[in-house]
């Protein structure tokens, strides 16, 4: 069959679901991913036939798409930072923004003299610290979280892309109880968290491919206590940064004052809140006094 038939078939399919730009980028990624063929192939060779194996594969993710399976969970990986995650419907799939996150960190960082002790709360797939481990040099990265099937994902990756992190298995509600990892026990230089941070209220904002395939104990937080996660992360990070240490967190874009204003109660100096890309709140930083 003719390559340029299946693009069509794509766009008929899909184009009402995701839009014509999207499925284009979804069509040139999966015959990058499966054919090896650079996404300028059809204007090279506009009569391009793939054969029927080829047929099941790209049909087959065709209609995982048709049910709004996350193009990187067909796939297998997810882009980030110039790297290749594996993920699965146990981690979130890194964001854009959180990519903005960890380059305000290499840019705040990237020339340190000392070497650095690095802790990423709630760590999923392990794209924050792993990305740091890769782009700084000297340093100590840790990474916590409390679901067994995300840190099988992080060591996983940390293995597939050479870093060095340690990977940790905690509740970050619960850190000053015994059962806590005795490396939390130290002081460090960065601590990094996005927790869960997404309203109940605010599903319906949301694509279905989130809410029916990525992890709602990674998304969501009661409508009445949508802070939780934060007022411990910034707790554990009053006692536990280094003094000047720098705290960095993604954030609800809704709630940027009411997370300022956590960092302001536990004595957090220069505070910064930034927007993202697309001009939401979406990430701050505070210096521990």
């Known amino acids: 069959m003719l390559?340029?038939?299946i693009k069509n078939i794509f766009?008929?399919?899909?184009?009402?679901?995701?839009?014509?730009?999207?499925?284009?980028?979804?069509?040139?990624?999966?015959?990058?991913?499966?054919?090896?063929?650079?996404?300028?192939?059809?204007?090279?060779?506009?009569?391009?036939?793939?054969?029927?194996?080829?047929?099941?594969?790209?049909?087959?993710?065709?209609?995982?798409?048709?049910?709004?399976k996350p193009i990187q969970h067909i796939i297998g990986t997810a882009y980030f930072m110039d790297l290749?995650?594996?993920?699965?419907?146990?981690v979130l799939i890194p964001r854009p923004e959180t990519e903005e996150l960890v380059r305000w960190i290499l840019d705040?960082?990237?020339?340190?003299?000392?070497?650095?002790?690095?802790?990423?709360?709630?760590?999923?797939?392990?794209?924050?610290?792993i990305s740091l481990d890769k782009n700084l040099t000297h340093t100590k990265v840790f990474g916590l979280d409390i679901s067994t099937d995300a840190l099988k994902v992080a060591e996983?990756?940390?293995?597939?892309?050479?870093?060095?992190?340690?990977?940790l298995q905690a509740d970050m509600l619960s850190l000053n109880t015994e059962t806590?990892?005795?490396?939390?026990?130290?002081?460090?230089?960065?601590?990094?968290?996005?927790?869960?941070?997404?309203?109940?209220?605010?599903?319906?904002?949301?694509?279905?491919?989130?809410?029916?395939?990525?992890?709602?104990?990674?998304?969501?937080?009661?409508?009445e206590?949508?802070?939780?996660?934060?007022?411990?992360?910034?707790?554990?990070?009053?006692?536990h940064l280094n003094e000047n240490g720098c705290l960095y967190l993604e954030i609800n874009q809704y709630l940027g004052e009411e997370t300022k204003q956590l960092l302001l109660d536990s004595n957090f100096?220069?505070?910064?809140?930034?927007?993202d890309m697309f001009g939401n709140d979406r990430m701050i930083k505070g210096i521990r006094k």
């Open 84 to 90: 290749d995650f594996m993920v699965n419907k146990h």
């Open 269 to 275: 100096k220069t505070i910064e809140l930034r927007k």
């Open 108 to 129: 705040d960082f990237k020339t340190a003299a000392k070497a650095l002790t690095i802790l990423d709360m709630g760590t999923g797939s392990g794209c924050i610290p």
């Open 11 to 68: 766009h008929l399919e899909l184009d009402a679901i995701y839009g014509k730009e999207e499925v284009d980028s979804f069509f040139y990624l999966l015959i990058e991913h499966y054919f090896n063929l650079e996404r300028f192939v059809l204007a090279i060779q506009p009569n391009l036939v793939i054969d029927k194996e080829q047929e099941t594969v790209i049909f087959q993710a065709l209609s995982e798409l048709k049910l709004e």
């Open 180 to 223: 806590s990892a005795k490396e939390l026990n130290q002081k460090f230089d960065i601590i990094i968290s996005n927790p869960p941070y997404v309203r109940e209220l605010e599903k319906a904002e949301m694509h279905n491919n989130v809410i029916d395939h990525e992890p709602s104990l990674a998304l969501f937080v009661p409508d």
């Open 225 to 239: 206590d949508p802070l939780k996660f934060y007022t411990a992360v910034v707790k554990f990070a009053a006692e």
């Open 156 to 167: 996983e990756n940390n293995g597939l892309l050479g870093a060095g992190v340690k990977f």
């Open 3 to 5: 390559l340029k038939e």
